[in-house]
Structure formats: structure tokens, C-alpha cells
């Protein structure tokens, strides 16, 4: 192969090519080769970004059936059980498979090039946190065509309803699905996080110090170490789960002594934090943003850091409010309800931080301004709605009914998602080299910001009248029907909305007609800026020496001493790693060992005895054990580049 | 596209912004992680030792079954192993490979031992004429004792058995001419875990075995 040669046979020393027994695709290789073996944290930060907008159009055509059975009393779009499963898939697959890959995607994308580094600290193990996510998305989603169905437990999957004794289905696997997903789910985001981790403590260029670092990267520090400590709680959970339904342990057991009261809580020591989680990275999204269209430097830089770092700090400190009707005892109680309220102290402080940068500033109204917009106030509203719950007695008249399903789509949606959406109108511009349509973004945003309001403000007032959640169908005379239609309605406008969005963003790299986006078309203020649109495979040709906080704006506006400088060209060039199919192959295996523990099991038909035949699953450990061995015979190996100055 | 180059791979270790290496940052966050695993393990443990403290309507008293000698000696040898591990990462760093080698094969003999003796607990425990300590029984009532402790040191065992496999991988690479002082950071980094999981079992045996015999 000429690009194996290229790449392997110097004409000054002697080194010789290698046969392996994968051939390394070489550092030229195009088509479905160059995706499955790449490396680059661009091109696994788009594969995350991809599989995920995938996932939330199915999670939201989950959520439409649901609103379709709501449309009425004593609707049949869905039968009891298709409901449960339908909230379950919903709630599962928006929380793991679509806002957390979502922000893994920019972690991926944008990280790296915000600290001024090449890639990732490890990134072959990138590319394996990648198909681990895939995989567990596409175990998840198998569920819907075995035994039982997909999981009908609730995406908290409370203790005893995952009881194999209480399955509705004889030989239920939907559970089991469920748990194995979200193990896989949790080795992805694991990954990951000791990758962040290590790049932003290890990788930042020169004088990019800490307290210099963009609040978007400081948001995924923050995020990364939630992740490796609160996952850890729900992958025991789950363990101990699994132990339950295949070998008859008694962990969460009642009728042999084990406690479901446990479950939840570790459900939520881990599912507390998951929130932070989920919306601390657009929190960090939304802090790059304003200042750009504000054109002033963000308001109490520290404050922010500080107040992130405080929420994710108590954010193991309040799981309990999840649970204050169980029954825990008063000092439990007020004590879990006494840090729920401090914890919006930091919060508050961020959005006066915001509000704070726009004041006096000259605003644009530009899409991803507007997503931002919509981002503080709609989290406002569910940030309200929240501090409503740490009080005990209103939560006990809330707990299970609309009330909290507006608060935390208030919170995932009009926050999260929001965010998200801001981060994709501001940075696609960067990914792809051209600029999106305005104008169309802005419809975008009306849609969704009409649809959504429509949709959850008046589950508000549903839930206060008495409308309890995950409950089928609701009888005449209650009153429900009115705003349970208006809340229909607005479903179907905000899904709209948001498959016009997606479809904007997918189509946006083939668009032709878009306009070339140019190095810093927003005027915007942190390193990433500094390169050409899209950004050359290298990142960086020279090693940027950071002089200040807003690098970018600085090299434009700043004192010629705070203008950013650049590392000599090195005679070697620069360093790139190899590709690799290992990530795959592990990942393959994985997946393999996965699906051999969900089908270990079969009834023999003559005696009812439990066979167990661990092959498969054998097989897959097997492969993916072999994938990390040659993954380390391998090693990082690697190519030099040598770009010209001009060419970042 | 810039010109794509054929210089010699070098393999010089980049230079971190803190000067601890990655793969020793990455090893430490594992670390942390793992510390909420066992956490969680642990919790869950002493918990139900307290709220199911009868079977059948008995006191449990679980002294029945367990054979603290034999548990003292296996932690004994397990915390040997540390020394041996402690003496394999002295040795790579000042590139004595000879000793290397051996200190690891020690490493490996010790942590075998280590997991024969759960192997054999575990077989006596699940068989014990009269006490059978199964995942889900004692004495053949429901228990939930069986299930912490075997999921509990369960676990702590598999993480020795990866620990062991690991060990036996770089000993094997010792054996291909391979190995230099290059090679110390990453065995270090084997070493730390084995540490970990060595300290590990320092909570986990007074925990679940001696704090049995005490309160």
C-alpha cells in the first residue's frame, strides 16, 4: 500500500514495515475504514454527536405516543404496559443516549482544542468510550424484541418491580436489557471521564493555567470526576440487580429479607448527581456563549468555576430529596431538605453571573444567543420549581404527579437541551466551515420555544389539580382533558421543531449553499477560535504559549503582551498517533459478553430446570480480553505531519 | 493537506503540564472510581449485617462457618505480595531485570495463593454440613447475608485475579528482551493498583470477618 510505505519506510533509517495481524490503516485512509479505526477526538466527537441526535428523535417519538394516549380521558393508543415501557425507553434512552453523549460530544470536539492540545490524553480509549455508548444503545433498544418486551420499570427501575416474582410477562427480559445497557452505558462514560480527566489536568499548552481555562472546560472537569464517582453507585445497584434476577440473591428480595428502600436509595446517590451531570455541561456552554454575543468578558469568572464546583461538591449531598415521602425519618429529612436548598445558592449565583455579563453589554440576537436565552430563563423556571420540592410537606403533595414531570423537563429540556442545541448553533460553524441559516435557526428556536412551553407549563397546573404521572389514562370528570390537549399539541410542535434542528445540523457539512464560516465568524473569545473552519486534523501546527484568560480575544483586541505566542516549529514535526481496531474489536467483544449473559440462560421444556450455557458470553470476554492484549502489543505507535506555519 | 512525513516513530514521553505522567493521573482517577465501588459494597454490607441480623427466627451467628485462621493467613500473604510488588517497581527503576522478574513471580505466587484460599472459603462455605452459606440461604432459610458476602469478596477477588493476570502479562514481556526502565512508570502504575487492592482488603477483613468476632 502506498500510504503504508509512506508512512512506515523512512529513507533515512531503517526502520522496516511491520506485519500485524490487523494491518494499521494507514494515516490517508478514507471511506467507512477511516470512521471505524479513527482516533481523532473530532471525528469521535461528531460519531457521538450523530448516534445521539438518532436517539433523540427516537426518544422523542416515544414521547409523542405518550402525549397521543394523555390527548384524552380513557384514550387506547397504547395498552397499559406499552405505556410503562413507553415512559421507561423515554426516560432511559433521553438521560443515557441522548444529553449525556450529546455533551460527550462536545467534551469530544471541543475540549482539546479550548486547552490548546492535540488530542486526548489516551485516544484509543476514546474511540472504545465511543463504541461502548453504541453498544449499549443498541442493547437497550434489542429489548423490544424478546421476551416481555422492553423494560416497563420506570428509567429508576425501583425495587420490587424489577422482582423476576412480579414480571408481567413470564420471563420478562426487558429488565434485564435494561440493567445490562446501562452497565455497558456506564463503562462508556467511565472511560471517558478518566480521559477528560487526564487531558485537562495533563495536556494544557503552555500558560494555560487553571484559573485560565474556558468555564466549558472547567464544566467537563467538574462533570468528569462526577461521573467516575457517582457511577460506581448505580454499577454496584445493578450488579447486585443482576444477582438478584439470575442467581436468586436477596439484595432487594423483601420476601427473603433484602430491602428495595436500598435501591433507591443507591439509585439516587448515583441519579443526584446524574442531574449535575446532565446539565452542568450546558451550563458551560452557555457561559462561552453570552459573553461572545454580549462582547464583554464573562461577569465573575471565579464565582462561576467556584459555584460549579460547589454544586457538584453537594450534588452527593441531597440525593435523599428524591425520596422524602419513603418515610426516612424527620432528622434525615431535614437535613437532606436543608442542603437541597443551600445547593441553589451556587446556582442562583451563576445566572446573576449571566445576567450579570449581558448587562451593559452590546447583546446580538443571534440563534445561539437565543437558545442561551432561552436556556437561563427556562431554567429558572425549573430551578423555582425545584427549590418548591426541598420543602417537605409541598413535596409530599407533589411527589408523583405532572408537577415534577414539568419541573425536570424544565430543568433536562428548557435546560439541558437547550443548552445543547445553543452549543450546536454556535460551534457547528467551527465543525463544519460554513455558516448556518439564520433565519432558519431562529424558526427553530420559535418552534421549540412555543412548543415546549406549551407542552410543560401547563403539566404545572395538571399536577397541582391532581394528575398523577406514569398512570395510563384518566377518567371523565376530572377536569385533566383542556390542558392535557393544549400539552399534546405543543409535544407535536416542539417535536417539529426539533426535527427541523436536526436536520439543519446533519445536512450542515453537504449543505453547498451555506456560507464559509471563516476563523472566528462570532468574534468570540477562546482558543479554538484561533484555528481555520473546520479545524485541520493536527489542531494546532505550533504549540500555542497562552497569555490570557479570552486568548482569542486578546490576539484581536488585547496589549501586544497578552497576544498568544507559538512554540517553535519542531524538526520532527508534528506527532499523530496511529489509528487503531482494537477500540472496535474490544468494543465488539463487549457487546458480545453482553448479549452471551442476557441469553445465558433457557427452561429446560421436560424437567424446568434453569440451563445455563455461558459460551457466547465466554466468547465475547474472550475476544474483548484478546482486543486489549494486541490493543497494548500495538501500542500508541504513530506519524509525523509537518504543516506549514500558515495552516491551522 | 501538509506534507505527511516518514521520520523515524520516536517515542519520547510528552511533556505533561503537571509532570505526572498520564497514564499515573488515569490510574489514580480508576482508583478514586474504585474506591466508590468498594464504598458501595461495603455500605451495602454493613447495612444489612445490622437489619437481618436472625435467620429463621435464630440469632445468626455467622463465627459458625467462617475459619478466621485461615483468613488471617491469606491476609497475611496478601499484604506479603505488596512487598514483593513494592520490591518489582524498586528493581525496574534502577533496571535490574533479574530481580524484576523474580519479585513479580513472587507477586504472582502470593496472589494466587491469595485467590486458592477464596476459592476454597467459597467451596467450604457453600457445602458446610449443617451451615451451607449459599448466595441467597444460611441453613437453607432466606438470608441476605450469603449475598453481601459473596458479591462483596466476590468482587474484591476478581480484582485480584485481573491484578494477577495483569502481573503475569508483564512477566511474560520481561521474557521477549523487551523490558527497560522505559517500562517503570507502567509497572508502577500495575503496582499502584495492587496496592489498592491490597488496602482494599485491610478494610474489607476487619469489616466482614473480625467485626464479627468483636461486636
Redesign the interface.
Known amino acids: 500500500m502506498a500510504t503504508e510505505s509512506?508512512?512506515?519506510?523512512?529513507?533515512?533509517?531503517e526502520?522496516e514495515v511491520k506485519t500485524k495481524v490487523f494491518p494499521r490503516p494507514g494515516?490517508?485512509t478514507k471511506g467507512i475504514i477511516n470512521w471505524l479505526t479513527t482516533i481523532d477526538h473530532k471525528k469521535i466527537g461528531i460519531m457521538y454527536g450523530m448516534a445521539a441526535l438518532f436517539f433523540l428523535i427516537l426518544g422523542g417519538l416515544e414521547a409523542l405516543l405518550i402525549r397521543s394516549q394523555l390527548w384524552n380521558h380513557n384514550m387506547d393508543v397504547l395498552t397499559n404496559r406499552e405505556y410503562n415501557q413507553m415512559f421507561t425507553m423515554h426516560g432511559t434512552t433521553m438521560v443515557f443516549l441522548v444529553i449525556m453523549p450529546l455533551s460527550a460530544a462536545f467534551f469530544n470536539f471541543i475540549m482539546p482544542l479550548q486547552i490548546g492540545a492535540r488530542d486526548v490524553?489516551?485516544p484509543r480509549m476514546n474511540t472504545l468510550s465511543l463504541w461502548c455508548f453504541i453498544a449499549g444503545g443498541i442493547v437497550l433498544n434489542l429489548s423490544w424484541f424478546f421476551t416481555g418486551g422492553s423494560p416497563a420499570i420506570g428509567w429508576f427501575g425501583y425495587a420490587p418491580l424489577t422482582d423476576t416474582r412480579f414480571a408481567e410477562v413470564l420471563g420478562d427480559m426487558g429488565p434485564d436489557f435494561w440493567i445490562f445497557s446501562l452497565q455497558i452505558l456506564g463503562l462508556a462514560s467511565?472511560l471517558a471521564?478518566?480521559?477528560f480527566?487526564?487531558t485537562i489536568?495533563?495536556?494544557?499548552a503552555p500558560g494555560?493555567t487553571m484559573m485560565r481555562l474556558p468555564v466549558f472546560t472547567w464544566m467537563t472537569l467538574i462533570v468528569s470526576f462526577l461521573i467516575?464517582?457517582?457511577?460506581?453507585?448505580i454499577?454496584?445497584?445493578l450488579?447486585?440487580l443482576m444477582?438478584?434476577r439470575t442467581?436468586?440473591?436477596?439484595?432487594y428480595?423483601f420476601?427473603?429479607?433484602?430491602?428495595p428502600h436500598?435501591w433507591q436509595h443507591?439509585f439516587w446517590?448515583f441519579g443526584h448527581p446524574e442531574v449535575y451531570i446532565l446539565i452542568l455541561p450546558a451550563m458551560g456552554i452557555v457561559s462561552e456563549i453570552i459573553p461572545v454575543f454580549s462582547r464583554k468578558p464573562l461577569f465573575g469568572y471565579g464565582l462561576i468555576i467556584f459555584s460549579g464546583a460547589i454544586i457538584g461538591f453537594m450534588g452527593f449531598a441531597v440525593w435523599s430529596h428524591h425520596m422524602f415521602t419513603t418515610g426516612m425519618g424527620i432528622v434525615a429529612t431535614s437535613a437532606f431538605s436543608i442542603l437541597t436548598m443551600l445547593i441553589a445558592i451556587p446556582t442562583g449565583v451563576k445566572i446573576f453571573n449571566w445576567i450579570g455579563t449581558m448587562w451593559g453589554g452590546r447583546i446580538r440576537f443571534e440563534t445561539p444567543m437565543l437558545f442561551a436565552l432561552g436556556f437561563i430563563t427556562m431554567f429558572m423556571v425549573g430551578g423555582f420549581t425545584g427549590i418548591m420540592h426541598s420543602s417537605v410537606p409541598i413535596d409530599a403533595q407533589h411527589q408523583d404527579s405532572y408537577f415534577v414531570v414539568a419541573h425536570f423537563h424544565y430543568v433536562l429540556i428548557g435546560g439541558a437541551l437547550f443548552g445543547l442545541f445553543a452549543g450546536f448553533y454556535f460551534w457547528l460553524p467551527k465543525l463544519t466551515g460554513k455558516m448556518l441559516n439564520e433565519k432558519l435557526g431562529k424558526f427553530v428556536f420559535t418552534l421549540m420555544f412555543i412548543g415546549f412551553n406549551l407542552t410543560f407549563f401547563p403539566m404545572h397546573y395538571l399536577g397541582m389539580i391532581g394528575q398523577p404521572r406514569r398512570t395510563h389514562s384518566y377518567n371523565e370528570g376530572h377536569g385533566f382533558e383542556t390542558w392535557n390537549q393544549i400539552a399534546t399539541i405543543g409535544a407535536f410542535i416542539l417535536g417539529v421543531g426539533i426535527v427541523i434542528g436536526v436536520y439543519q445540523f446533519v445536512t450542515a457539512a453537504f449543505n453547498k449553499k451555506l456560507k464559509p464560516a471563516g476563523k472566528n465568524p462570532w468574534d468570540a473569545r477562546t482558543l479554538e477560535w484561533t484555528l481555520s473552519s473546520p479545524v485541520k486534523e493536527y489542531n494546532f501546527a505550533r504549540t500555542p504559549i497562552i497569555k490570557a484568560r479570552d486568548q482569542a480575544w486578546e490576539n484581536n483586541y488585547g496589549p501586544e503582551e497578552n497576544h498568544s505566542q507559538k512554540e517553535p516549529l519542531d524538526d520532527?514535526?508534528v506527532?499523530m498517533p496511529d489509528r487503531s481496531w482494537y477500540p472496535l474489536i474490544t468494543g465488539l467483544g463487549f457487546l458480545g459478553l453482553v448479549l452471551g449473559m442476557l441469553f445465558h440462560q433457557s427452561v429446560d421444556v421436560n424437567t424446568g430446570e434453569i440451563i445455563r450455557n455461558y459460551t457466547p458470553a465466554i466468547a465475547g470476554g474472550v475476544v474483548a480480553i484478546l482486543g486489549i492484549?494486541m490493543w497494548?502489543i500495538e501500542?500508541p505507535?504513530?506519524?509525523?505531519?509537518?504543516?506549514?506555519e500558515d495552516?491551522e | 493537506m501538509?506534507?505527511?512525513?516518514?521520520?523515524?516513530?520516536?517515542?519520547h514521553e510528552p511533556v505533561?503540564?503537571?509532570g505526572?505522567p498520564?497514564k499515573k493521573?488515569?490510574m489514580w482517577?480508576?482508583l478514586?472510581?474504585?474506591c466508590?465501588?468498594f464504598?458501595?459494597?461495603i455500605s451495602?454490607h454493613l447495612?444489612?449485617r445490622k437489619?437481618?441480623a436472625t435467620v429463621g427466627g435464630n440469632f445468626l451467628d455467622i463465627r459458625d462457618i467462617f475459619d478466621i485462621e485461615l483468613t488471617s493467613f491469606s491476609t497475611f500473604i496478601l499484604l506479603a505480595s505488596s512487598l514483593f510488588m513494592a520490591l518489582a517497581v524498586s528493581a525496574i527503576h534502577k533496571g535490574n531485570l533479574n530481580s524484576t522478574r523474580w519479585m513479580l513471580f513472587g507477586t504472582i505466587v502470593f496472589g494466587a495463593i491469595f485467590l486458592a484460599c477464596q476459592v476454597y472459603e467459597f467451596t467450604h462455605f457453600v457445602h458446610a454440613p449443617g451451615n451451607e452459606l449459599t448466595?441467597?440461604s444460611y441453613r437453607g432459610e432466606?438470608?441476605?447475608f450469603?449475598?453481601?458476602f459473596?458479591?462483596l469478596t466476590g468482587?474484591h477477588g476478581t480484582h485480584v485475579a485481573i491484578g494477577v493476570f495483569w502481573l503475569i502479562?508483564w512477566l511474560i514481556y520481561s521474557f521477549t528482551g523487551k523490558m527497560s526502565t522505559a517500562d517503570a512508570m507502567d509497572i508502577e502504575c500495575c503496582g499502584l493498583y495492587w496496592h489498592f487492592v491490597d488496602i482494599v482488603w485491610i478494610l474489607i477483613f476487619p469489616v466482614v470477618y473480625l467485626m464479627e468476632y468483636a461486636f
Do not use: C, W
Open positions: 509512506l508512512k512506515y519506510l523512512n529513507p533515512d533509517s526502520t494515516q490517508n490524553a489516551f467511565l471521564s478518566f480521559n480527566i487526564t489536568i495533563n495536556m494544557r494555560m467516575i464517582l457517582a457511577f460506581p453507585a454499577t454496584i445497584a450488579v447486585e444477582f438478584d442467581y436468586g440473591t436477596n439484595f428480595d420476601l427473603e429479607g433484602g430491602k436500598l443507591l446517590i520532527h514535526g506527532h492484549i497494548a501500542g505507535a504513530g506519524y509525523h505531519l509537518f504543516p506549514k495552516e | 501538509s506534507e505527511a512525513s516518514a521520520h523515524a516513530i520516536d517515542h505533561t503540564s503537571t505526572i498520564n493521573v488515569l482517577a480508576f478514586g472510581s474504585d466508590m465501588f464504598g458501595t459494597l451495602t447495612i444489612y437489619i437481618s448466595l441467597s432466606p438470608h441476605v450469603g449475598s453481601t459473596y458479591v468482587t502479562g
